[in-house]
């Protein structure tokens, strides 16, 4: 089946045979369809609750916390039109790690990306062999576009303007240039590494031409956006679909001066103080950081108005029809919950609670839907969304949700939980470079619980444990004793084990805390098509 699908589609892409008729369903009476277009825009730090749609009555049910007062009309209306994933999980919620997730759909593990990537980590880069969604894309007959931050690649000295030198001089390196062969099916690049000025930002584009820009990144990145859907420069081929990934930094620090939103933005929060904008129980506005929540929502109001005139342009185009969009982020932001300066990278939910949603119009009925989604099924599920379910690598790890979402029922059963991830730095060489990452943390977030477990880096014995019930206390504030509920902590640690065994992570490999979590007995290791356990 896989063998007739390819050379069918390999004939559409040849143009032997319309390419209308290489996708979609492949009964004898099914009607042609022409392959959709993919929109996947994902700003950096901007956690779930940052949608001004969650505080109306009709979201409101679906979450057990408060949505932030943050205004986004552009998100409010797509809700409407889309499915809107209530508990959708950046499993390991960190910048590198998540995309390498979202683009091979296999976990930090075997995406090949366990860290975030620069200059001192050359454990953590995505690999040229590995099989990413663009790459797919691109082998059935899409152009693929990426815009905007990347964040996959491993900074070598290979500056264009200055071959043998590194883009920038820091130690160690974060931002980096990506040649074409690392581009993995882009065929249209108009991206850089890393790097946060917001209003100074810099792109390389297919020829590796440098852009300086002086205005904001999310509204230029959505003018290059724009630019491509109208193909003003010949940008694509107008008689293929495309796969676009819009990659915004913003909401993302620095957070402390016009210098990092629009005024516009700014000016509807400035009057606002920390108390009246952090309204999460656990939010501590006595800290320093509290000072940039005004700045933090006026990025996502400015990101909300760039998302509308990329939906706007798709729409004056005709193209929203036949274009699947989707809106998601990298991760979350703390900002000043649990009193914790880091952003992200823990455990709680502004951390690991994300934005998904998904508009694909006449195909998926408007709803909200609490799927626990994992960052590696998002690209099964695009590709399946699109027909190509066929394409889908047998090595990823990520499920396929598209039959679920088109027609409500699944043969594989729905996820109980999602695995939680957090890695640190490992060995390093002789040159102080981290050649292995050490798997700090491992967890699961349920309906209910979440419970995750940290271990010594020495001793490999646990050192801190967290576990929440979200019903009862959805701030996270009491972190209970392991024993407060018994037979649930069993059905948690039965459940963490058996996803640590199902992905290979190195916790089942080296048998971690294997005198508290049931790895389970040798047997032959279940593959993505056997349904899960119900615990
Ligand atoms: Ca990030």
């Given at each position: 089946m896989k063998n007739f699908n390819q050379t069918i589609q390999y004939l559409g892409m040849i143009g032997l045979i319309p390419l209308s008729s290489c996708f979609g369903k492949t009964e004898p009476n099914s009607e042609a369809q022409t392959a959709p277009n993919v929109i996947y825009v994902f700003p950096d730090q901007m956690r779930n609750s940052a949608m001004e749609f969650w505080s109306s009555e009709r979201y409101a049910q679906h979450i057990r916390y408060k949505g932030d007062p943050v205004i986004t009309p552009n998100l409010n209306k797509f809700a409407n039109e889309s499915v809107v994933f209530s508990s959708a999980f950046s499993n390991c919620p960190l910048s590198s790690p998540h995309r390498g997730s979202l683009l091979t759909g296999m976990y930090p593990n075997k995406s090949g990306v366990p860290l975030n990537i620069n200059s001192s980590r050359p454990i953590s880069s995505l690999g040229e062999d590995v099989t990413t969604i663009s790459d797919l894309y691109s082998q059935n007959g899409y152009n693929c576009a990426y815009i905007g931050k990347y964040h996959l690649d491993y900074p070598t000295p290979n500056d264009p303007d200055h071959p043998g030198q590194y883009v920038e001089n820091r130690d160690p390196v974060w931002d980096t240039y990506t040649p074409p062969e690392k581009r993995h099916g882009f065929d249209f690049w108009y991206s850089y590494g890393t790097f946060d000025v917001h209003k100074k930002p810099h792109y390389w584009d297919n020829e590796g031409k440098r852009h300086e820009i002086r205005e904001w990144s999310p509204k230029h990145e959505a003018d290059i956006a724009i630019s491509y859907l109208k193909n003003n420069n010949g940008e694509r081929d107008s008689n293929k679909p495309f796969f676009m990934m819009v990659s915004m930094n913003p909401p993302h620090h620095p957070y402390s001066s016009l210098d990092d939103c629009m005024e516009e933005d700014y000016n509807l929060y400035k009057n606002k103080t920390p108390g009246e904008l952090l309204i999460r129980d656990n939010a501590d506005t006595t800290m320093a950081k509290a000072a940039s929540a005004s700045y933090y929502f006026?990025?996502?109001?400015?990101?909300?108005?760039?998302?509308?005139?990329?939906?706007?342009?798709?729409?004056?185009?005709?193209?929203?029809?036949?274009?699947?969009?989707?809106?998601?982020?990298?991760?979350?932001?703390?900002?000043?919950?649990?009193?914790?300066?880091d952003p992200k990278n823990s455990p709680y939910a502004e951390s690991t609670d994300i934005p998904f949603l998904i508009r694909y119009p006449d195909k998926l009925k408007?709803?909200?839907?609490?799927?626990?989604l994992s960052t590696p099924d998002i690209m099964p599920t695009l590709l399946g969304l699109c027909g190509l379910s066929e394409a889908i690598?047998?090595?990823?790890q990520g499920r396929n949700f598209a039959d679920y979402l088109l027609t409500g029922k699944s043969e594989i059963s729905l996820p109980q939980s999602a695995l939680y991830i957090r890695n640190m730095d490992g060995e390093k060489d002789e040159n102080g470079k981290v050649i292995t990452y050490f798997p700090e943390t491992r967890g699961v977030k349920t309906e209910r619980f979440t419970l995750a477990l940290t271990i010594n880096k020495e001793t490999k014995e646990l050192k801190k444990t967290y576990f929440f019930d979200n019903r009862t206390d959805p701030y996270q504030l009491n972190n209970l004793p392991p024993d407060s509920y018994p037979a649930e902590m069993k059905?948690?640690?039965?459940?963490?084990?058996?996803?640590?065994?199902?992905?290979?992570?190195?916790?089942?490999?080296?048998?971690?805390?294997?005198?508290?979590?049931?790895?389970?007995?040798?047997?032959?290791?279940?593959?993505?098509?056997?349904?899960?356990?119900?615990l």
């Open positions: 006026a990025q996502v109001t400015g990101v909300d108005r760039e998302f509308g005139r990329i939906l706007q342009t798709l729409d004056s185009l005709g193209l929203a029809e036949n274009t699947l969009v989707v809106f998601a982020s990298d991760h979350g932001e703390t900002m000043c919950s649990h009193s914790l300066n408007p709803k909200v839907d609490e799927l626990l690598p047998q090595e990823v059905m948690l640690l039965t459940e963490l084990g058996q996803k640590l065994k199902n992905i290979d992570d190195p916790w089942y490999q080296e048998q971690i805390l294997s005198d508290m979590i049931p790895y389970g007995k040798e047997e032959n290791k279940k593959t993505k098509n056997h349904p899960e356990a119900i």
